[in-house]
């Protein structure tokens, strides 16, 4: 497993620890949430149960009215009740006993030959209207009950009360013809708004912790990245360091990788000619150059010494040799590439490579790596700019 990886898992890792805590917060506040609206509605309910029974006796009456006084098919039947006065008086005389305290408004809408609707009948407290005034419905339930042909109930809320709608249709011929409204309020019981509140305010709270306690955690996994990636990463050239390797020969998977050993031909020479500064930007250079040419997400590069680096290939299931493209590629690109030393001079650089195509072979890293670095040994002694495999098949590539 590479470090890319087990980053990639610790961010797994807490992006699910933080759905999961995130989601039980949600659930818990939704909990709540439904926990209040069910107390609300048992409350509607003990206290409008009976609001409901006698609005709806008293629409049933007067579709009694009207059947009784003009039949049961009477096609004019609405325009014949606009003109009666004496019906209106009856109604109101039927429908006025409904006002409370909690009940101001009562009244009966009817919709012109426009869908527009104004009033037949009001008895309210406050506002009274009169006859044929205009009626403004503010939402779709107005319209729903000319279909569904049954009472509803439309809930508007308040911090400090439930207000209700409540509409039952009057009936003439199976067809809705008026619609008793009333307009009532019940208050909260205060000692289960208060403790609702309280469990709020409480997940609130709880809520507002693990938010810190996720974004302390992050800057944490953040900071710790940092050190590990201070700790593990060569600073001068910007790949895995001797200490990363300490630590990935523990977990590596010998099986699903062919083990090279790379080794910069007569470095020494170009600090002793140009200087460690020069140097050091070759190494940087050269180390780009591998890292260019190699698989990113599959192929592992280390600083092993000085001018020596570590190579990792993850094997091509298809074929072992055409794991070693990555070293063709970079010898094919080192033929064609020349490096700074300074006032406009540049050098050709070769490397010499040692291959160990077995290492799972070996009873452990440290003699895998053993067999590879005597292959390098074996590619330096016989000239240099070659490619060596352990055990006993000879892979030469030389730069011209």
């Keep these: 497993m590479s470090k890319r990886v087990f980053i990639k898992n610790n961010a797994f890792y807490l992006t699910v620890f933080m759905g999961f805590i995130v989601t039980a917060l949600i659930f818990l506040l939704i909990g709540t949430v439904k926990l209040e609206e069910k107390l609300n509605n048992e409350i509607l309910k003990v206290s409008t149960d009976d609001i409901k029974a006698i609005s709806n006796n008293m629409a049933h009456n007067i579709s009694s009215i009207l059947k009784e006084k003009y039949g049961e098919t009477d096609s004019n039947i609405k325009d014949k009740v606009l003109e009666d006065n004496i019906l209106h008086q009856a109604i109101e005389v039927i429908i006025s006993p409904i006002l409370t305290k909690n009940i101001k408004y009562s009244y009966i809408v009817y919709k012109d030959e426009r869908d527009i609707f104004r009033y037949l009948v009001d008895v309210s407290y406050i506002d009274k209207m009169e006859l044929g005034q205009k009626f403004d419905a503010d939402s779709k339930e107005w319209l729903e009950i000319y279909d569904i042909k049954k009472s509803i109930t439309i809930k508007h809320k308040h911090i400090k009360e439930l207000s209700i709608s409540y509409l039952t249709p009057i009936l003439y011929k199976d067809e809705v013809v008026f619609i008793f409204a009333i307009d009532f309020s019940v208050d909260k019981i205060i000692e289960i708004a208060a403790i609702v509140n309280l469990i709020q305010y409480g997940l609130f709270g709880t809520v507002f912790i693990m938010l810190l306690f996720i974004i302390f955690y992050m800057l944490q996994l953040i900071k710790n990245y940092r050190v590990k990636q201070s700790t593990y990463i060569d600073a001068l050239t910007s790949v895995y360091n001797r200490k990363y390797l300490e630590e990935f020969e523990k977990f590596v998977n010998l099986n699903n990788y062919v083990l090279c050993v790379l080794d910069i031909d007569r470095f020494k020479e170009v600090n002793d000619t140009y200087g460690h500064d020069v140097?050091?930007?070759?190494?940087?250079?050269?180390?780009?150059?591998?890292?260019?040419?190699?698989?990113?997400?599959?192929?592992?590069?280390?600083?092993?010494?000085?001018?020596?680096?570590?190579?990792?290939?993850?094997?091509d299931r298809a074929s072992q040799m055409s794991t070693l493209s990555v070293i063709d590629r970079l010898y094919n690109e080192l033929k064609n590439t020349t490096f700074s030393v300074g006032h406009d001079k540049f050098i050709h650089i070769t490397l010499s490579v040692g291959i160990n195509m077995h290492p799972y072979e070996s009873r452990n890293f440290h003699e895998a790596f053993k067999l590879a670095d005597e292959a390098l040994y074996l590619a330096k002694k016989s000239g240099r700019d070659k490619v060596i495999i352990y055990p006993d098949v000879e892979y030469m590539v030389e730069n011209s």
């Design 279 to 315: 140097g050091d930007k070759v190494l940087r250079d050269v180390a780009k150059l591998i890292v260019k040419n190699y698989r990113i997400n599959e192929d592992v590069l280390i600083r092993y010494g000085g001018e020596e680096f570590c190579l990792f290939l993850k094997k």
